[in-house]
């Protein structure tokens, strides 16, 4: 019984750590569900809550990222879902000077981003601004890897679209 408590609370100690150490890249992707600053939060703390409860459902740790990232996405979709949020940006939320080091260095990037649906947009955000590997998309997203290439692919030309889109206004 003491060894697996010792396990347990090892556990709990890399996945608190793990979320210090990375709690703006978390709470980044929980904004790029909602595109709101308390909503993202809510999520981030959902999930963290979540994690910490259901500790014993992470299988190895080296795996702690890609399912934390999976946490924070099924918690995304039930509050949206438990509060008829719509990922639509409006104007307001766009021009919001709250969210600082939400926004994209780029805001041509940003305005095309905006525009890619949402299956799309989840990948790039994971493969590129999350830097996950396609094993670790395919984990958090629970698709097979070439659905997920094929989305990273195709979200990819739809967004060189949308950049050259925006370029010639």
């Not at 509050?79 to 260095?105: A, H």
């Amino acid at each position: 019984m003491k060894i697996y408590n010792l396990l347990d609370k090892k556990k709990e100690k890399l996945i608190k750590q793990y979320i210090v150490d990375n709690k703006d890249s978390l709470y980044r992707f929980a904004y790029s569900y909602t595109r709101n600053q308390n909503d993202a939060l809510d999520i981030v703390h959902d999930a963290i809550c979540k994690a910490l409860t259901n500790k014993d459902s992470l299988k190895s740790e080296d795996k702690i990222k890609p399912w934390i990232y999976q946490i924070i996405s099924n918690c995304a979709i039930d509050y949206m879902r438990k509060n008829n949020k719509y990922t639509e940006m409006t104007d307001e939320i766009q021009n919001d000077s709250m969210v600082g080091f939400d926004e994209y260095e780029n805001f041509d990037l940003q305005r095309a981003m905006q525009l890619l649906p949402e299956k799309y947009k989840r990948v790039i955000i994971l493969r590129y601004f999350e830097d996950m590997k396609i094993s670790e998309i395919t984990e958090v997203l629970g698709e097979n890897e070439s659905t997920i290439k094929t989305r990273l692919y195709t979200g990819l030309s739809k967004l060189k679209i949308e950049l050259t889109k925006i370029e010639e206004v």
